[in-house]
């Protein structure tokens, strides 16, 4: 390619390498000059590389500062969600389903009336509770539910306790309860309310006992609803827990608040009450 022909000149043979170096460098200058302009330009691209490069850079470290503040408060988040959700497994693994300010609705109210098989429940007066759902209660009297009621005895000390708590709380500038406005009359109205419809009723006389309602369902389940109140405050202003048994999980818990419920509820039934003939033999003699 760049061989040359010494002999169209007469030139010897180490002019002609000299020709031919020469011309053979002219040529690589040639193209090394062809070359530097976009060498050039790559250099000007380099450096306009090298200054987006450090943006870029900068966005990155941006970037994975945002990502690790992320990280650490959805890792804060997942924990905490994560802890509810382990207090709530283990709350339901006690029989807890869940809790509200609210009584025990219409709707459970209604479903509880018309397909439990059988219902116990306490209450200091049931006043509230027996005259809210009076319609309910006395139609399931009526197809044959079973309903187990305990009540405060109308003439016990504890009712009496109540009642002088009651009285000396003030709220928005009114007493609770009056003198004159026994518990124990609302307890015998009651008592001539239902016993005609076969509930079934006995009455305690010691310490203060919280409300609650268990029903028991043909499938073997139960439901629970625990009013949590403290005197002076009624069962109307009170938080209400919700519970549930029946299923294989319940029998590895190693405790249960549907079981205390139970077993609070039968012993007083059986061994610490007096059933309604008792308590009328007892004060009219």
Request: hydrophobic share 40%; aromatic share 12%; net charge neutral.
């Amino acid at each position: 390619m760049f061989g040359y022909n010494r002999s169209r000149r007469g030139l010897s043979r180490a002019d002609a390498h000299k020709l031919c170096i020469s011309r053979c460098g002219g040529i690589f200058l040639a193209l090394a000059g062809y070359l530097l302009v976009p060498a050039q330009a790559a250099g000007e691209t380099v450096v306009k590389f090298s200054f987006d490069m450090g943006s870029v850079i900068q966005d990155i470290v941006s970037g994975l500062s945002i990502t690790a503040i992320t990280a650490v408060v959805g890792y804060c988040l997942v924990s905490k969600y994560i802890s509810k959700l382990q207090f709530s497994a283990k709350m339901q693994s006690y029989g807890f389903v869940n809790t509200s300010t609210n009584k025990q609705t219409r709707k459970e109210m209604k479903e509880m009336c018309e397909k439990a098989v059988k219902v116990k429940i306490i209450n200091v007066s049931g006043f509230h509770y027996l005259n809210d759902n009076e319609q309910l209660l006395k139609q399931a009297l009526a197809r044959g539910l079973e309903i187990q009621f305990l009540a405060a005895a109308p003439d016990s000390r504890f009712l009496t306790d109540i009642e002088g708590l009651e009285y000396h709380t003030i709220i928005n500038g009114r007493r609770m309860r009056e003198k004159e406005d026994k518990i124990g009359a609302e307890v015998w109205a009651l008592i001539e309310k239902y016993r005609a419809f076969g509930m079934k009723m006995r009455f305690y006389s010691t310490e203060y006992r919280l409300p609650y309602v268990l029903a028991y369902y043909g499938d073997g389940s139960v439901k629970a609803w625990l009013t949590m109140t403290l005197p002076p405050y009624k069962s109307t202003k009170a938080f209400v827990l919700r519970g549930r048994k029946g299923g294989e999980e319940d029998e590895e818990a190693e405790i249960n608040f549907v079981d205390m419920m139970e077993s609070n509820f039968d012993t007083i039934w059986n061994y610490n009450s007096e059933s309604l003939e008792e308590l009328e033999e007892r004060i009219h003699g």
